[in-house]
């Protein structure tokens, strides 16, 4: 008897820790906020405000939850292996982890996120739609594979143009250029006279520029020219605009980087660095707008979160208040495509093995919320340097009286009609691909190798690529 009673009281305790253990997940699964106990394991890469936001927001709504996160951060290729490598080994150690553009479409098809799209049909129950208001966040339609809704986005806006207004409205400027080019002076709406507006800003230490003497080059341009990532995200969006293909045909699989308007691309591409600073070649995006807002650079093309971070950034830019953004130029002769700009950008998403998939949903709706977001917003990024996906945000009269330029960049990058938006490749070898590209058109710019032979010894390595994975005989 005396056994019997203490197997009972044994199993008991068993099941109360049991319980102990999966109550709050319980709780979650049922729909409620209650998620005491939980410790969420967050994957973020370095280097990225955007990450910086979302693990400000998580942890805002994780205690607001009773919950806790643990976020881990690597550099983003030293995240993408790790993740990976835990996934290929069944390792459920991680909940949230940061999805980056270019490794969306590997993730989704090896299984290694479970679609936002696909939990909220799977547990409704734990979707409230007042908090989760998808559709004031950034354009959803960029965050998905297949159909599928990857997860939530971590920051808005894409690629702009900027430009320096005292050098634009220069009288003598305005005259000189009106001389040499025959059109007037202005924002540059084709590719053709960003051309030559980059030309013409370009001069020499000791000439004059707004009637004054240089005492250091300046230049009409600069792009963030390391290979091979750096490279592709500031070329790709030349690619798009003068016609071609993103590296491949979506309808037959086939690379297409040695077709004519690839070329003609890539010699434009080459073209432009006559007017920039010699050490382009090598520069990441953060060093590239560095010399832009110290006043060295003309004009600049660059994803609109980097410039908040930097150009227009009072405490880091000596042109801060002389500085204006629009849509990118077009390319004369492209039909279909105006001012394309890659939209697309980083997702937090569920990491498929996780264990605790109805807290990290819960965690994720709540941080991504308009009043929380507007929170670390203000509190963590009072100068900018991230742009929150909440539209909403952008027509709120106080967020437009301490960040002016949130309007503007709502109604004219965001909410444009004539925009030709795009998404990256959606295949897991567009990482591969970027490897392949970035090191050939470095080649041109650096003199290498023309701009035709570097696409055609590119074009050769991508057919063999996706020849190895199926895509083409």
């Excluded at 998580?58 to 881990?72: C, I, P, Q």
């Amino acid at each position: 008897m005396m056994r019997e009673r203490r197997v009972i009281w044994v199993l008991l305790a068993l099941a109360i820790a049991v319980l102990g253990v999966w109550f709050p997940c319980m709780n979650a699964a049922a729909g409620t906020s209650d998620l005491r106990g939980v410790t969420l394991r967050v994957g973020l890469p370095t280097g990225y405000d955007e990450a910086v936001a979302f693990r400000e927001a998580a942890t805002e709504a994780a205690n607001r939850l009773g919950a806790k996160v643990e976020v881990l951060n690597f550099t983003v290729d030293q995240l993408h292996d790790k993740l990976l490598l835990d996934f290929q080994a069944k390792n459920p150690a991680w909940d949230i982890v940061f999805v980056t553009t270019t490794s969306a479409a590997e993730w989704m098809r090896l299984g290694l996120v479970t679609p936002i799209s696909t939990f909220m049909k799977e547990n409704p129950a734990l979707v409230d739609e007042k908090v989760l208001a998808k559709d004031d966040l950034y354009r959803t339609e960029d965050f998905t594979f297949d159909g599928n809704w990857v997860g939530f986005p971590t920051y808005s806006t894409g690629v702009a143009l900027f430009w320096r207004t005292d050098l634009f409205s220069d009288a003598t400027e305005k005259a000189t250029f009106q001389k040499k080019y025959g059109y007037a002076l202005k924002p540059p709406e084709t590719y053709a006279e960003f051309r030559d507006m980059a030309e013409f800003f370009t001069r020499k230490k000791g000439e004059s520029l707004m009637g004054k003497t240089l005492e250091a080059d300046f230049y009409g341009t600069v792009h963030s020219n390391k290979p091979p990532s750096f490279l592709w995200y500031d070329f790709v969006n030349y690619l798009v605009a003068f016609g071609a293909d993103d590296i491949y045909d979506p309808a037959t699989k086939r690379p297409t980087m040695n077709s004519k308007a690839a070329v003609e691309a890539v010699k434009y591409y080459v073209e432009l660095a006559k007017f920039q600073p010699p050490g382009h070649l090598n520069m990441a995006s953060g060093e590239a707008t560095s010399l832009f807002a110290a006043g060295h650079v003309a004009m600049q093309i660059e994803y609109f979160q980097r410039m908040t971070a930097i150009a227009l950034n009072p405490t880091k830019s000596k042109v801060h208040d002389r500085i204006d953004f629009s849509v990118l130029p077009s390319q004369k002769g492209v039909t279909g495509r105006p001012h394309a700009m890659h939209a697309g950008g980083n997702a937090v998403a569920i990491y498929s093995l996780s264990k605790n998939k109805a807290a990290a949903y819960k965690i994720m709706e709540l941080a991504a919320t308009r009043d929380l977001q507007k929170k670390v917003m203000t509190e963590k990024f009072p100068d900018g340097g991230w742009v929150p996906p909440r539209l909403s945000l952008m027509k709120d009269p106080d967020m437009i009286k301490r960040y002016p330029w949130m309007a503007k960049a709502l109604n004219e990058l965001l909410l444009q009609k004539d925009v030709h938006y795009f998404q990256l490749g959606q295949i897991p070898e567009y990482f591969a691909s970027i490897d392949i590209l970035g090191a050939q058109i470095h080649r041109a710019l650096s003199g290498q190798a023309t701009p035709e032979a570097a696409m055609a010894q590119a074009q050769t390595e991508l057919e063999a690529l996706f020849k190895r994975v199926g895509y083409i005989k």
